[in-house]
């Protein structure tokens, strides 16, 4: 054995190292081999992706820069509503049992209670009675007084017709709201015919009944009821329901008597003493306490000015601020702009968008990153990236006021952090009280047609693609009773839509059995307008029938409603003309069919397509859209653009915004050509020229001049503003839109036209000119401004049309010349004929 050995080994010059190196072989290839099957098991095994993309960020985080070791403490908003010290009730008779919840009223009655005193319409806000102090409890109650005329269905009318009639109001609750005591103040007054003993009034809540009030006024007296709402009734939407209950007969009454009414007065009102909760200020709670969309406070916004409007600025601006024109929807907004922090309302809230370098106010805030040397540092106070956007929430005055911050090392970081924001695909993901955004996904721009709100670009589709009047997908909808009211939805033509024969609806809706065949039927409206109805034929009821309905083309526009009205009536009828109507009812389907014939085509300029958007809102991003301003924009131009980006949200409903602002320097030639422009300034600095300089149209000049065709006159002063539309001289496809005036006076009365909706739905023509002789206009009188329409613009016609679509539609505009063609073609033809007898004869 020794000897195998010692033959073996006399091959080999050193047997210990040539057995180490095939063992170190062996080893490589053992470890290589594992190595390879990992990763082949690794490439062909699903990983949860989140936690990969989780982990990469956190590594990238971790290589980038460093978080504040210690955690950062979210700052609170605390809401310094005015405090509201009830005084002593005043010392009152008891009023008799049978009528405990009212008291006879002269004609021009005093306030129920000396704590109440009545709200001015125009400034719907909470009532003070004292100051807010450093010694107030913490029981303080603050007061809120909500009039029903605030409600548009209302208004100035409230009535209560009939033997049994019901009325609703609603309203909100403040997210932030506890509600400690809650009582509707109802002021009346009703027909002298009515019987009192078999009349009365009942208030609910929610549908709860909260109390009654007997109708025994004379003479047509004011009433007035206090009637308090239990405090656990009170939800983040609420209804209070007025049910008159009235007879004018001791022994019958007939429900269709008109003397049969009473009248709940538009100053009545909920009055609700609350006390606002602290807030802890996180970005998963964004919008809050920004934007609440239960808020009955008008939302106000300050906007921080930088030392330098620069464009950054004025991108970045413009598109949060389109983006909280989607959040307020159809609700109040009040904007302002700010060179300070020093002086604020209670209810005021602060944005600061821009570096360091451009808002140096932020070095004095108490922020959760420090600043050092212009930059936001982090936790090893090295200055994050240029490209890393900065998000972060604070408070001033002691938490009263709550600020946003959209900040970063360069204008690119900013507009990054903005943009984070006007997203919701991301803005709902954010959390904590500082978010660092380094990637923001592109969204892709809508298609220019595509429009949330309007009809779909299918021309087949179904009622359940459409929107109620909440903005909601359409659902299956069920009234009851004989007085139901009518299931609405829109019915919005898009602006370049021109409606043609051949567009139908087919209605399929249910109803109940018991119904009156002789007099029950089904009606269809488009604003108001018939344009079908149909019997009710079934004892029995019926389910899913159909009803094809036309629907005339010049009724569709772009602000239409569609009403399905039942008019229900049972069999047979109680006593003195009651009748039990709760078992009938009626359905509309979400799966009623529409079938739409249209064409593109529309005529340019025109302002009254502005109330609608069109065409700066398509596609619905804005991103065909840019604002130029002067090169050193005032106050007055800068809030001049805040208002038009307000509208524009308010008229887009889109993943993103894309819109843009240039400065004349900066404005390219490809920008001319490709995008819709909107000019804004007084006339020495108006940045578009060449909107002022067309030959055609209202024009402004120098020394006061207005020049309109061949006619020139000076005025002095001239204080009106002027919105002008005209077509591109770049692209005539495109659109100019100038927003000026002689002064900056004039400029704010085309502010005030674009945020109020009275005056800027009014727009018609191509030029608007606008003049009021009040210093502050309310906003509630739509006659406030005075607004003269010219339209001498030379229009065009934007269209994607057949040929023979396009020869009807000339046809029917110079519809003279058909009896012109008509004789012609017949002379010509004629010679023809007789030139050909002439030949045959020969």
Request: glycine share 6%.
């Amino acid at each position: 054995m020794n000897k195998r050995f010692s033959d073996q080994s006399s091959h080999s010059g050193h047997p210990r190292r040539f057995s180490k190196t095939l063992l170190k072989r062996a080893l490589i290839l053992c470890c290589a081999g594992l190595v390879t099957g990992l990763a082949i098991v690794l490439l062909h095994t699903p990983q949860p992706i989140s936690a990969q993309g989780v982990q990469r960020q956190e590594d990238q985080l971790i290589r980038d820069f460093k978080l504040p070791s210690t955690p950062v403490e979210a700052p609170v908003y605390r809401p310094q509503a005015p405090v509201y010290q009830p005084e002593p009730a005043p010392i009152v008779e008891t009023p008799p049992a049978a009528e405990p919840y009212y008291e006879p009223a002269p004609s021009q009655p005093a306030p129920v209670e000396s704590a109440i005193p009545a709200p001015s319409q125009s400034a719907p806000k909470a009532e003070p009675k004292s100051e807010p102090t450093k010694a107030a409890s913490a029981e303080a109650l603050s007061r809120y007084v909500l009039e029903f005329n605030r409600s548009p269905a209302i208004g100035n009318r409230f009535r209560l017709q009939g033997t049994y009639a019901e009325a609703r109001i609603g309203f909100t609750r403040p997210k932030n709201w506890t509600v400690k005591t809650a009582k509707v103040v109802v002021r009346f007054q009703h027909s002298p015919a009515i019987v009192a003993d078999k009349s009365n009034l009942i208030v609910r809540v929610n549908d709860t009944s909260i109390g009654s009030v007997p109708l025994n006024l004379k003479n047509a007296q004011i009433g007035e009821a206090v009637v308090n709402i239990p405090a656990n009734l009170i939800q983040d939407y609420n209804e209070v329901t007025l049910v008159a209950q009235q007879s004018n007969s001791p022994t019958c009454a007939n429900p269709d008597d008109k003397a049969l009414w009473s009248e709940v007065l538009p100053d009545s009102k909920v009055v609700l003493d609350y006390q606002p909760q602290p807030l802890a200020l996180d970005f998963s709670r964004y919008p809050l306490p920004f934007f609440d969309n239960l808020g009955l406070d008008t939302t106000r916004l300050n906007y921080l000015l930088p030392g330098q409007v620069n464009e950054a600025w004025l991108t970045a601006t413009s598109r949060f601020h389109a983006h909280f024109g989607r959040l307020a929807d159809f609700r109040s907004l009040e904007t302002s702009l700010v060179r300070d922090t020093k002086k604020f309302q209670w209810n005021d809230r602060l944005i600061v968008i821009g570096t360091p370098k451009d808002q140096p106010t932020l070095k004095s805030m108490k922020l959760p990153l420090n600043i050092t040397n212009d930059q936001i540092v982090d936790g090893n106070k090295t200055a994050l990236p240029d490209n890393v956007g900065v998000l972060m929430l604070a408070t001033l005055n002691n938490g009263g006021i709550p600020v946003l911050i959209a900040s970063g090392n360069s204008p690119e970081a900013v507009a990054k952090a903005v943009q984070f924001l006007v997203q919701p695909s991301n803005s709902q993901i954010g959390a904590g009280q500082v978010v660092l955004v380094q990637n923001v996904a592109e969204v892709e721009s809508p298609k220019p047609r595509s429009w949330e709100r309007y009809l779909p670009l299918e021309d087949s589709f179904q009622l359940s693609a459409l929107k109620g009047l909440d903005n909601k997908p359409f659902k299956d909808v069920t009234v009851r009773g004989t007085s139901a009211p009518p299931v609405q939805f829109q019915f919005r033509a898009l602006p370049d839509d021109r409606m043609l024969r051949g567009s139908s609806m087919n209605l399929k809706y249910s109803y109940s059995a018991q119904v009156n065949t002789r007099k029950s039927s089904l009606s269809v409206r488009i604003d108001g307008v018939t344009v079908g109805s149909k019997k009710l034929t079934s004892d029995n009821g019926a389910s899913n029938e159909t009803f094809n309905v036309d629907l005339p083309p010049n009724l569709i526009k772009s602000d239409s409603v569609i009403d399905v009205a039942f008019d229900l009536y049972p069999k047979e009828s109680l006593k003195c003309g009651q009748v039990s109507d709760q078992q009938l009812s009626g359905t509309v389907h979400s799966s009623t069919e529409f079938k739409i014939n249209r064409e593109n085509s529309v005529e340019l300029p025109d302002l009254k397509l502005l109330t609608t958007g069109y065409p700066f809102a398509a596609p619905q991003d804005l991103s065909q859209t840019a604002i130029v301003v002067p090169d050193a924009p005032t106050e007055a131009d800068v809030m001049t653009l805040l208002k038009f980006s307000e509208r524009l949200g308010r008229l887009s409903q889109a993943q993103s915004v894309k819109l843009d602002v240039y400065k004349p320097g900066s404005l390219t030639e490809a920008v001319k050509k490709d995008r819709h422009l909107v000019g804004i300034g007084t006339r020495d600095r108006f940045p578009i020229q060449e909107m002022l300089q067309a030959n055609s149209g209202f024009r402004l000049m120098d020394s006061f001049t207005r020049e309109s065709g061949k006619e020139k006159i000076n005025v002095l002063p001239d204080q009106g503003g002027v919105i002008k539309s005209m077509m591109s001289p770049w692209n005539r496809d495109r659109v100019l839109l100038a927003l000026t005036a002689q002064t900056d006076f004039g400029l704010k009365q085309v502010q005030d036209v674009f945020s109020n909706d009275l005056w800027f739905y009014q727009l018609k023509e191509d030029t608007a000119l606008i003049s009021t002789n009040q210093t502050n206009p309310s906003p509630f009188d739509s006659n406030a401004y005075q607004m003269q329409f010219v339209s001498q613009s030379e229009r065009r016609r934007i269209e994607d049309t057949s040929i023979v679509s396009k020869a009807r539609q000339f046809l029917q505009e110079q519809w003279y010349l058909l009896p012109v063609g008509i004789v012609g073609s017949s002379v010509v033809l004629y010679g023809i004929s007789q030139l050909f007898l002439k030949q045959v004869g020969g």
